[in-house]
């Protein structure tokens, strides 16, 4: 098992965007930086060279929380009774998802292709964080 923790608030994957250029439109990425500043911290984690089999692979992407969560006055900063543990705003969980797989791709796996099975969740932290952690698994399961 390999397991990687990405501190800071977890990045989903944006939609392509396009620029007309004359004649010609074009697509370009405007998460560059977010995917190296991710892919940074990765290598500095990464033990071994990339997986070729099947993989498992289980994200837990922890959100920050809102100041609304948190009293005021004699309670200021203690959570209240009612602040929900599980993140249901925005981003998507696919989206989070999408931006770990690709900028995984030729790193710690050959391609996302070789995910046969992920588990994710959203949750609230005082430390946001992104938590990954890969399985290589057997090709007769």
Not at 41 to 58: L, T
Not at 100 to 114: A, T
Request: aromatic content about 10%; some cysteine; charged content about 30%.
């Amino acid at each position: 098992m390999q397991q990687f923790i990405i501190p800071g608030n977890p990045i989903a994957k944006k939609r392509p965007r396009f620029a007309r250029r004359g004649k010609f439109v074009t697509t370009y990425n405007d998460q560059e930086t977010e995917e190296g500043r991710f892919l940074w911290e990765i290598k500095q984690q990464i033990k071994r060279s990339p997986i070729k089999g099947p993989i498992k692979i289980s994200c837990i992407f922890y959100m920050p929380r809102p100041k609304s969560h948190y009293g005021t006055g004699k309670n200021a900063g203690k959570l209240k009774l009612n602040a929900p543990a599980l993140h249901t705003k925005k981003s998507d969980l696919d989206n989070l998802e999408k931006f770990v797989y690709d900028c995984l791709n030729h790193v710690v796996w050959k391609d996302d292709s070789q995910i046969v099975e992920s588990i994710a969740k959203k949750l609230y932290s005082d430390k946001p964080r992104t938590e990954i952690k890969i399985w290589t698994t057997e090709k007769n399961e």
